[in-house]
Every structure is written in C-alpha cells, then in structure tokens.
C-alpha cells in the first residue's frame, strides 16, 4: 500500500541533511498529493472506528476525557492575555463538579467545605482560600495543579485592580506629594 511505503520512506530518510525551516515546512505543510480510493478508504475507516470507540468509552473514560479538556481550557486561557469575565474561578470550579456528574452537595464533602461556601466560590461571592485550592489539586489527583487555579485567581484580581475605578477614586484621597517626574 502507498502510505505505508510512504512511512518506510520516512523513517528512513537522513534528515540532518535538512535545515530546520525545510523540516518545519514538510510537517506542518504536508505534501499536495492526492489519495487513492484505497488510501481515502482506508482513512475513512479509521475515522470510523474512532467513532465508534468514542461512543463506547466508560463513564470514567468520559469523564477523564471532559476533566482533560477543562485542563485545557484553562491552561489557554491562563496563557492568554485576554481577560474574560465569564471565564473566571468559579467558572471553572463549576466545571470541574459539574463534568463530573456530580452534585455540588457532594463534591463540597469531598472537599471538607459546606455547600454554601462552594456556593459562594462558584458564584464568585467569595474568594477561595489557599487551602482549599490545594485540595483541588489533590482532588484531581494533580490533573490539575493548584498553580493554575491560583492563575486563574490572579487573572481576576489582576482585571479587577485595572479596572475598578472607585476603589481608584477613594484610594486617592490617601495619597498625598504625588512624585511629578518629567522625562
């Protein structure tokens, strides 16, 4: 078959005779030919059964898969630097319970907080403590680490600082001698 020639021919070919822009160019833009019937077949198969094997996964198969596109999710837009509200801590933190399928009752006696203080944190009327952060690391089994969580955190407070122009006008008041510095 062409494309299994095609990768003998891969892998053994020398490629430190390449320059690393050519190797770039080959693998992010592919070769322009064509396949045969027997090669589009052959793909079409595959994706089929890849269909199917993801309509068959377990519920713990499911669940890994929605917690690892949560994972995702919020390590992007961490790494971003654009701030959107709704993507915020308890955003996420309800995510993370509801992907689970499970209810905020329960996850919140997994956690050792009271319903309404889980409550409180996914509606962002309260912000979480250091601990509790902790222990959704070690919910998820370090899946996701406490470190992005606190990003997260930070992203909010940083909007926050930026953008709340009373605490600006009253924090004012209590600044006396501003430097005038020309340059």
């Keep these: 078959m062409k494309t299994n020639r095609r990768n003998k021919e891969i892998q053994e070919t020398d490629f430190s005779k ?5 190797l ?11 396949l045969t019937d027997e090669e589009k077949k052959v ?22 898969g929605d917690l690892l596109r949560l994972k995702f999710q919020l390590e992007d837009y961490i790494g971003s630097d654009q701030y959107k509200e709704q993507l915020n801590f308890g ?14 009752k329960e996850f ?23 601990e509790f952060v902790i222990r ?3 919910h998820s ?10 990003k997260v955190i930070q992203k909010d407070k940083e909007h926050e600082i930026m953008t709340n122009q009373d605490l600006r006008r009253e924090e004012s008041k209590h600044v006396k001698n501003r430097l005038e510095l020309v340059y």
């Design 18 to 22: 390449f320059t690393e822009e050519e």
């Design 24 to 34: 770039t160019d080959a693998f992010v833009f592919p070769s322009e030919e064509k």
């Design 108 to 130: 919140a006696d997994e956690v050792d907080v009271t319903p309404a203080v889980l409550s409180q944190y996914i509606n962002n009327h309260r912000k979480p403590k250091d």
């Design 136 to 138: 959704l690391e070690l």
């Design 141 to 150: 089994n370090g899946m996701i680490p406490a470190i992005s969580w606190f």
């Design 43 to 64: 793909e079409s198969d595959f994706w089929a059964a890849r269909r199917i094997q993801f309509k068959n996964r377990t519920p713990i198969q499911q669940i890994y």
């Design 91 to 104: 955003y996420f933190l309800n995510e993370y319970v509801s992907r689970q399928d499970k209810k905020d």
